[in-house]
């Protein structure tokens, strides 16, 4: 006989979800779920992550379309949910609520006669009745083709749900535990400043779940950079956005909420429908993360994710149905490459430029997938994160070109460089910076902006006023900015009275003399490159002039050997040779070291002087000494005290 359900008596008092007010909150909140699955046969991040998805997933889903479908009857307009009885949250999984309706029946009515049904039985609905419906919104489960009759948003669900075979959990009293848990998260009881209502949780879980399976290849963008980026390009109602290796879906989903938002209260209903349908488009390689991407967006009020599953640099498909709307080219490609990976052959003979780093792949992968400007338009434009090493990095062909290919196709513009520790959330300790250009027009001037002297760590993220964005993507007043960021600079008499120059305030006059601070300057690229050529012309002159020595010398030489001429003068010969060709080595070496110098294109920021000990070895002895000497001062005094 079944223990009565603490869970059901409990739930009639109405409770209301718990209010999750930060990161650390949301983070303690979620690992009280896994602490329960890690009792129920879930005991790994590899088991419990999946888990999760699906029960947090289907749990936001129905808090989404409760609230759409009040929004539709308060207009008059009809509403079609993804999900009816008793397949929503509200039926089965949500504590019984005896005095709380919902289309004529109690909140958790399902769940209350499964219970009084005896033992076993709420896993038996899951897995006989539940899955094999959510499963059958994307695939018909006897022809085992796709469902013609599900809407794109079902075919969404059932595509997230594919893995999911059967509950893990193994005791439906974890289960009722961890349902309950999982109720009080809900999408109104959320501080959205620094996190994302489902990507945070699963960051944090796959991390977790990357460190102990020592796989470091999984970083994550803090959500305050991917904002700073979408305010950069600015994306318009109407354009499509694209990230190449999308994760959790992060910039889409800052990029859907940034076009909404700019469309106002009341966006036509066209212009609205495109925006959830034809917009947003991505590609994940990971099986876990695929889904989580597919049930963030959807969540975010993306109703069609055009989501690839597929290793993106082999373009082999796992799953394209989602992606059959896709435009051959993008006009906002937003995207945080993974830094050192290595790809193999099958990835690097659909490049140009062929190499193992995968960052540089994707680069080349991106100015092939941006829009080429068109009827007077303007090309695509990109905003990416790359590592330092690919930007100064010259000793492999393929960075060259690469780069090159970059700065000859597009207007590399403005180049940020990042603090060391934005990525110490996500394991990632690399030094990053941020690069944004526009397809079309060579490179002529390039921006620099320098925040890597602001102090970031897990307890102090960086912000979007370390941009010195507001939340709507304007410049924040001076009182405003993080003192992370300003330091001592209004303390300087010769800033006195002036606005500070953070990146927002300067970047609309970026390629002029006013967009330069004490943080930014500009680097005049047309020149760089006219310098090189000229630097490189004398050794191509010499490359010339060795080469045309050298011809009559291999004919000597091979006059000679026919005439079998004396061992001495051939041999004389072939040293000449030799070293005519070792001069024209040499010669070509310096060229082409002086060729790929241009294209170190790291952040070294001009204004930053220098500070060097001047003192003798004496001198710092003897200061040694004397501190030394108060240090046994203070410790003679603290010995009287006592």
């Not at 469309?263 to 488009?281: R, V």
């Not at 004398?538 to 079998?564: C, Q, R």
């Not at 790291?602 to 001198?619: F, G, M, Q, Y």
Request: aromatic share 8%; with cysteine; hydrophobic share 40%.
């Amino acid at each position: 006989m079944s223990t009565p359900d603490k869970t059901l008596e409990t739930s009639k008092k109405g409770k209301a979800p718990k209010s999750i007010a930060s990161t650390q909150s949301l983070s303690s909140f979620v690992k009280a779920i896994c602490d329960v699955m890690r009792r129920s046969n879930c005991a790994s991040a590899l088991q419990y992550v999946p888990e999760l998805t699906w029960i947090l997933f289907l749990r936001i889903l129905d808090a989404q379309e409760h609230k759409a479908r009040e929004e539709a009857e308060a207009l008059g307009n009809d509403y079609s949910a993804a999900l009816t009885a008793p397949y929503r949250w509200q039926d089965w999984a949500a504590p019984f609520v005896a005095d709380t309706l919902s289309e004529g029946k109690p909140i958790g009515w399902k769940r209350k006669e499964l219970f009084e049904a005896g033992d076993g039985k709420l896993f038996e609905f899951i897995n006989n009745e539940l899955l094999p419906h959510l499963h059958s919104l994307d695939v018909d489960l006897i022809t085992q083709l796709p469902n013609v009759n599900a809407s794109r948003k079902q075919r969404v669900i059932g595509r997230i749900m594919t893995a999911v075979e059967k509950v893990r959990v193994d005791s439906e009293t974890n289960l009722r535990d961890i349902l309950d848990k999982v109720h009080e998260i809900h999408i109104d009881h959320i501080d959205d400043t620094h996190f994302f209502t489902l990507s945070q949780v699963y960051e944090d879980l796959l991390l977790k779940m990357g460190e102990k399976n020592s796989d470091g290849g999984q970083f994550f963008t803090p959500r305050e950079v991917i904002r700073g980026m979408v305010h950069v390009l600015d994306p318009q109602a109407g354009e499509t956005v694209y990230d190449p290796c999308c994760g959790t879906g992060g910039f889409l989903a800052v990029a859907f909420e940034h076009i909404s938002r700019n469309l106002g209260n009341a966006p036509a209903a066209t212009i609205l429908d495109a925006l959830k349908h034809d917009t947003f488009f991505g590609r994940e390689k990971e099986n876990l993360v695929f889904p989580i991407a597919l049930a963030n967006l959807i969540l975010h009020g993306i109703d069609q994710p055009n989501l690839w599953h597929g290793n993106t640099l082999t373009n082999r498909p796992t799953y394209g149905g989602l992606f059959e709307q896709a435009p051959p080219t993008f006009d906002v490609i937003l995207t945080n490459p993974p830094f050192g990976g290595k790809e193999g052959s099958d990835a690097q003979k659909n490049y140009s430029f062929e190499t193992g780093s995968t960052q540089v792949l994707f680069l080349q992968h991106i100015l092939a997938e941006l829009k080429a400007p068109l009827d007077g338009k303007a090309g695509g434009r990109c905003g990416i994160v790359l590592d330092e090493g690919l930007l100064f990095r010259n000793n492999e062909s393929a960075f060259v070109e690469t780069k090159r290919k970059l700065v000859d196709e597009c207007d590399l513009w403005c180049i940020v460089s990042l603090p060391g520790g934005v990525f110490s959330t996500a394991g990632a300790g690399v030094k990053t910076n941020l690069l944004f250009f526009t397809k079309g027009k060579k490179t002529e001037r390039i921006w620099y902006y320098d925040l890597s002297q602001v102090k970031i760590g897990k307890k102090s993220p960086m912000t979007l006023a370390h941009f010195g964005f507001d939340k709507q993507g304007g410049v924040l007043a001076d009182a405003d900015l993080p003192r992370t960021l300003t330091g001592d600079w209004f303390e300087n008499e010769d800033n006195q009275g002036k606005p500070f120059p953070s990146f927002a305030r300067l970047r609309a006059d970026h390629g002029t003399h006013d967009a330069d601070s004490h943080f930014s300057w500009t680097v005049d690229f047309s020149a760089r490159r006219a310098k090189a050529q000229a630097d490189i012309l004398p050794f191509l002159e010499a490359v010339k002039n060795l080469s045309e020595d050298l011809l009559p010398l291999k004919e000597k030489l091979k006059t000679l050997k026919k005439d079998k001429a004396d061992k001495g003068k051939v041999a004389i010969v072939e040293e000449a040779i030799k070293a005519k060709e070792k001069a024209i080595r040499e010669a070509q070496t310096k060229a082409a070291d002086i060729d790929a110098s241009v294209y170190d294109l790291k952040a070294v920021n001009p204004h930053i002087k220098a500070i060097s000990d001047t003192r003798t070895v004496l001198e710092i002895i003897d200061n040694i000494n004397f501190q030394g000497q108060i240090v046994a001062t203070a410790m003679n005094n603290l010995r009287g005290l006592l």
